[in-house]
């Protein structure tokens, strides 16, 4: 079976979607993989790793897509990229299929089988390959790397001869993956966090981390697979009326809170904002989804009266090496679960590979990507 891995061509895309090390273990499954030139580059993975792998090196996207059995990508492909695969071949990758309707046509119109790990069911059995998780591990530290970088205080308290200086107080408010590793990382740096969340099953994860749980009087908001259930207008506005004096005490805010394929909930006002001291700083996980915070705007830095409003996006990119690291290895327990004797054989039976599947065999298998096609249809 033939594998291909290209080069990411979204700009800001520096990860990969299968590192050298993944590519030795998949060969003894029969997974012979071809590796456009440069693909890992951006991550530093070299040309010359893969080859020592045995990879086959290409010199376009075009030649590697062509031929695959299976593509394996980081980022969708654009529709452009889509009609360069073969026929009734597969493709795995971050897809947001709700999002991505035109190219959704694309992969449905040329038989693609499509798996998208945004899809991935949330049980014990798929932990491996939860790409989700991995990735919000990474943005959770980062987000904290940032704002200690843009603070213009310490994290950790100091006692010196000029005076004590107290330490910086963190407040983070999602307290899923990404914000579990803000907090361990914030408390690694010496700051004192306190942490929310809707979830009264996160109190226990918090403290566990040597932060404090802010109890708010508000009913616990349950989802499904772990994430918080969609809460009603009312509910978040009685939740940003509690927890503004939270906001308005830290030095710190970071925002993680997101409910799959659904824009994010704004924890964070304008008026919010405009209480916190200057200096302070917001780095917001969730811009690039609508943003937790009034304020926030993907990919740039706002500044409203001395406080920083970081719209992050693309974190994982940022730490491409460990980012691609933890994301090939997701994808090859996906990848590995649906071969059988180097034949690609997905069973669809099976709710991991049911779960994931976008298309096969030119019809749209997930419900809310054909409700939106058949919606926008003329």
């Avoid at 790990?117 to 591990?137: E, G, K, V, W």
């Avoid at 980062?142 to 006692?159: C, G, H, K, N, W």
């Avoid at 809460?231 to 030095?251: M, T």
């Amino acid at each position: 079976m033939q594998v291909a891995v290209p080069r990411e061509s979204a700009a800001a895309e520096r990860r990969v979607a299968l590192v050298p090390d993944s590519l030795g273990r998949l060969k003894t499954r029969g997974v012979e993989a071809v590796v456009e030139r440069g693909a890992g580059e951006r991550a530093l993975f070299p040309d010359a790793a893969y080859e020592e792998k045995g990879a086959r090196l290409v010199a376009s996207a075009a030649e590697a897509l062509g031929g695959a059995e299976v593509v394996c990508k980081v980022q969708a492909p654009t529709p452009e990229e889509a009609s360069l695969l073969r026929e009734g071949s597969a493709l795995i990758s971050f897809l947001q299929p709700a999002a991505e309707l035109e190219l959704i046509a694309v992969l449905a119109a040329r038989r693609i089988t499509a798996f998208s790990l945004d899809l991935l069911p949330r049980i014990s059995r798929a932990q491996s390959m939860d790409a989700l998780s991995s990735q919000a591990t990474v943005s959770g530290y980062e987000a904290v790397l940032i704002a200690a970088s843009r603070l213009p205080r310490f994290f950790p308290m100091f006692m010196t001869a000029a005076g004590t200086v107290p330490p910086a107080k963190v407040l983070v408010l999602g307290a899923g993956v990404a914000g579990l590793q803000a907090i361990a990382t914030a408390r690694r740096l010496g700051a004192v966090v306190r942490a929310y969340d809707v979830r009264s099953a996160a109190a226990d994860e918090v403290r566990s981390l040597g932060a404090t749980f802010v109890e708010l009087a508000l009913e616990a908001q349950e989802g499904t697979g772990g994430y918080a259930g969609e809460q009603s207008e009312d509910f978040l506005a009685r939740q940003r009326q509690l927890i503004g004096k939270e906001v308005a005490a830290a030095d710190v805010v970071i925002t993680t809170a997101a409910i799959p394929g659904r824009k994010a909930p704004v924890l964070v006002t304008a008026e919010m904002v405009a209480d916190m001291a200057p200096g302070s700083v917001i780095v917001d996980l969730a811009a690039e989804t609508g943003g937790n915070c009034e304020l926030s705007r993907p990919g740039e830095e706002v500044d409203s009266n001395g406080v920083i409003v970081h719209g992050v996006q693309n974190l994982p990119s940022s730490m491409a090496t460990h980012a691609s690291f933890l994301y090939s290895r997701n994808v090859s327990e996906l990848l590995g679960l649906m071969t059988k004797e180097g034949e690609f054989s997905p069973d669809f039976s099976d709710e991991i590979v049911a779960g994931t599947c976008v298309t096969h065999a030119g019809e749209v298998r997930n419900e809310v990507a054909r409700t939106a096609l058949e919606g926008a249809a003329p």
